[in-house]
């Protein structure tokens, strides 16, 4: 063959592929379109809030080259990032002299990690991305002490995990409390309470009570810096104790076990149960709060859920429980349920609290 016949030969071929797979190509068209195009806007969002362009943006009536001038950055990136912004809904008036930000785009750019729902998902591109191309080392060597092992293995780790957690737990306390008289209440356990916000926010309410934050002894200094802001110094105490090895402490009338069973496995919550049952007082309740899953969808099939279990070493997540499992689990630990709570509204919509007591 000629050089020019084996060309024309390659030309025919790549036609006839084109038309064997034009059903296949479009398909993936529709999954570049849904599952990687949407990357950019997260670049587009983290840079303009790290090089200062959101910030400027509050300043309405804005300009490109101001914005390039504010943020080192050339005015066409900018334009670009702007344009991106705009698709978000995150930056109005392009085109014209009165660049500024939305309604979403201010809350995003003055809440940033701290926005109860959106502020957890920012955080933890942050935290992937620099490391993005080891992840695959860290997850295949599991790295304990690696920037996202789970649970955390120091300080730092402690305080970027409770990081998750905290801007939503003002919410939940304050449902919780809606839901559940702690007026009543002398004294509360809260195991895996995060930063002690959720026993802060508690013991502020009620003059009476007094609650115990059990956390891995990286929480402490967390912990103490949330008793000082809420003053509720001599009131909420620091139990420094690993779970899955040593025991709950005793005494208390009240066992909360917030958001956190959907980390472990039905063994762990037997024997965390277990131990609630020899820790509370007579006639003391257990309150679990998680989001309930349907009998329909045993496992969460989340994304977000599915990307902690897949990238975050140690993470073995069970996932959110049915009704009937946290009815078997108290039964098979000895509790009975007498109430469950679930909240419909906005952040916390199908967050259950379950509330225990020991069977008759
Ligand atoms: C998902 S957070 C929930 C925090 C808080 N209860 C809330 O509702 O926001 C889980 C908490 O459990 C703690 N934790 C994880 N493993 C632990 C262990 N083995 N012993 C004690 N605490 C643990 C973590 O440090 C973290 O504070």
């Not at 036609?15 to 587009?44: G, N, Q, S």
């Not at 959106?118 to 992840?135: C, F, Q």
């Not at 737990?169 to 509360?188: E, Y």
């Not at 429980?321 to 039964?331: H, I, N, V, Y």
């Amino acid at each position: 063959m000629t050089p020019d016949s084996e060309t024309k030969c390659q030309l025919d071929r790549a036609c006839e592929e084109a038309e064997r797979r034009a059903t296949e190509f479009e398909a993936d068209f529709a999954f570049v379109d849904t599952f990687l195009k949407p990357f950019p806007y997260v670049i587009a969002l983290v840079t303009a809030k790290k090089v200062g362009v959101l910030g400027a943006l509050s300043v309405e009536g804005c300009r490109p080259e101001a914005l390039a001038l504010a943020s080192g950055l050339s005015e066409d990136r900018v334009r670009s990032i702007l344009r991106l912004l705009s698709e978000m809904s995150v930056v109005e008036g392009i085109g014209s002299d009165n660049l500024r930000l939305t309604q979403r785009g201010k809350r995003i750019s003055a809440e940033w990690f701290g926005h109860p729902v959106i502020g957890a998902h920012l955080r933890m591109y942050e935290m992937i991305l620099p490391s993005l191309p080891d992840y695959a080392m860290i997850l295949a060597a599991e790295m304990p002490g690696s920037a996202m092992h789970w649970p955390p293995q120091d300080h730092g780790a402690s305080v970027d995990f409770e990081g998750f957690m905290t801007p939503t737990i003002r919410f939940v306390a304050a449902w919780l409390d809606k839901v559940f008289d702690f007026s009543d209440t002398p004294n509360l356990l809260d195991v895996g309470g995060g930063d002690g916000s959720m026993a802060a926010l508690l013991c502020g309410k009620h003059p009476s009570l007094k609650a115990t934050v059990l956390n891995l002894e990286w929480a402490r200094e967390a912990v103490h810096r949330t008793v000082e802001q809420h003053s509720v110094g001599s009131r909420v105490s620091f139990y420094g104790a690993d779970f899955l090895s040593q025991p709950l402490p005793s005494g208390y009338d009240v066992i909360l076990f917030s958001r956190m069973l959907c980390d472990w496995g039905d063994d762990v919550v037997r024997r965390l149960l277990n131990g609630a049952s020899s820790s509370l007082l007579t006639g003391g309740a257990v309150i679990i709060v998680e989001a309930l899953a349907s009998p329909k969808k045993q496992w969460n099939s989340d994304p977000w859920f599915l990307f902690w279990e897949t990238l975050v070493p140690g993470y073995a997540q069970n996932g959110f429980r049915t009704e009937a499992c946290w009815r078997s689990l108290s039964s098979v630990t000895g509790f009975v349920i007498e109430d469950i709570h679930i909240c419909r509204n906005p952040p916390l919509q199908g967050i259950g609290a379950i509330v225990l007591r020991r069977s008759p």
